[in-house]
């Protein structure tokens, strides 16, 4: 399940624009009218979507796999535990239902499925919106959603074919811990967001479906983690959902079972994890989880700054220098621009040099950049502004992350205009607006964003 609660990469990462934008405008306005006249006069070039890449093998060890691969497979997100395995036996067909489908919707299903297939060896056969289905995928408005399932972005739910059955079973109908095998389910997403939140959501919401419900905050590069950094499946992730379909395995295995089976799966499917790396496992407080959460929930911004400085405390003392770490760090940094920008820079920078030091957090890093981008562009630090967001770029374009993307080269852009560089700054801005309408939607929006870090360099 996608919360509201997360700290998305977009709401997220405009949250933080529009706070540095207030600081450096009038108080009648947060958007300076030059800012906000060069905006309404963008012409917006079409659409942009990513192509098929090549991602880099995880580097891990199957042991560390193994280790993972139980911890998502036997506990749910809440914290309960899981007594068995689960999976579809059959094989999978999905469908498609709901009153309007994005065009975007269909393009995306159709890249993830098919790298499902290469990946993962998982085959799924898309079928009739009036035929049966394994999986139904059904889309209906952000506010039909929070009626039945409130905070949430969007959702699967088990044993169930779609959204009127969904609204009249019994509760106990839709817990997964009763679900014994997989044989039938649905994702609702909304339609009236962003092309790129739907992205996100078919990739977590049918990650899940068919595999693992857990997420893990200790996972430097997948989806299965609350940070929501990694927004389309990793090759982890395939990794997990290929052993997860191993024949070896089945419904109903207990977790000793499963542990018993996994070395000779993961021997036979990643042969280089013999020689992987193995990172001890410090586990993770629930008094971190709840400060993580509440820096990133809709509370008051004293008591999630003070959530965000509870989790550094504990990252701090439990001697973390993982993605736990620079991810406290960085909650603390974003929060902080509204009261203290030189603590924002301070913590910032700590989140940023913590990325850095591992190559499976360069995503991680990326969103780093951009926030202290943001911070250079409107200190009139120009230089500063255009090396941060440039050398981030090319993470947000592996990613898949056309709403930091577009955000870094509109920040890019204006540095270079302050520079002097006008010819390519009106080349970086043009080729940005094709990744703004992906990652962030209507052209309105888009051209409210665009004014919005164009208002930092005023």
């Known amino acids: 399940m996608k919360t509201k609660s997360r700290l998305r990469s977009i709401a997220a990462l405009m949250c933080s624009l529009t706070v540095l934008s207030a600081c450096m405008s009038a108080p009648q306005s947060t958007v300076p009218p030059s800012a906000r006249a060069s905006s309404d006069m963008l012409d917006l070039p079409p659409m942009k979507v990513f192509s098929d890449g090549q991602a880099a093998p995880t580097s891990r060890s199957n042991t560390s796999i193994t280790r993972d691969f139980l911890d998502l497979s036997f506990a749910l997100e809440t914290g309960a535990t899981l007594d068995r395995f689960t999976r579809f036996e059959g094989p999978i067909t999905l469908r498609v239902t709901g009153d309007t489908v994005p065009v975007s919707l269909t393009h995306d299903l159709s890249r993830l499925l098919t790298r499902l297939d290469r990946e993962a060896g998982i085959s799924i056969t898309r079928v009739p919106a009036n035929q049966t289905a394994a999986i139904t995928i059904e889309t209906l408005t952000q506010a039909e959603l929070s009626r039945r399932a409130p905070n949430t972005a969007c959702i699967v739910v088990p044993n169930v074919s779609g959204w009127d059955e969904f609204k009249h079973a019994r509760r106990a109908a839709l817990s ?77 295995m207990s977790r000793a079972e499963v542990a018993r089976a996994l070395p000779g799966i993961l021997a036979r499917i990643n042969p280089a994890g013999a020689t992987g790396y193995t990172t001890p496992v410090q586990p993770t407080p629930r008094a971190w989880t709840e400060a993580a959460m509440g820096a990133m929930g809709d509370g008051s911004l004293t008591s999630r700054l003070q959530d965000a400085k509870t989790a550094v405390a504990i990252a701090r003392a439990e001697g973390w220098s993982d993605t736990r770490a620079g991810f406290s760090w960085f909650l603390l940094g974003r929060l902080s621009i509204a009261t203290d920008r030189a603590s924002a820079q301070l913590a910032l920078t700590e989140a940023k040099r913590i990325y850095d030091a591992r190559p499976e957090t360069r995503f991680h890093s990326a969103h780093v950049a951009m926030q202290l981008s943001a911070l250079a562009l409107s200190e009139g630090r120009y230089e500063a502004a255009y090396d941060i967001s440039a050398s981030a770029i090319s993470a947000a374009r592996d990613a898949e992350n056309a709403a930091l993307l577009a955000s870094l080269m509109l920040t890019e852009a204006e540095a270079l205009d302050k520079l002097g560089r006008v010819s390519e700054a009106r080349s970086v801005r043009l080729d940005s607006l094709g990744w703004a309408r992906y990652g962030f939607g209507s052209d309105d929006v888009v051209r409210t964003r665009a004014a919005e870090i164009a208002s930092l360099a005023q």
């Open 176 to 252: 997964w811990t009763q679900v014994t095998t997989r044989e039938r389910l649905s994702i609702f997403i909304p339609t009236n967001v962003a092309p790129q939140e739907i992205r996100d959501c078919l990739h977590e919401e049918l990650a899940q479906a068919l595999g693992p419900l857990n997420d893990l905050y200790r996972l430097p590069d997948s989806v299965y983690n609350d940070d929501n950094i990694h927004s389309v499946l990793t090759p982890f992730d395939m990794l997990i959902l290929r052993a997860t379909y191993a024949p070896e395995l089945r419904s109903g």
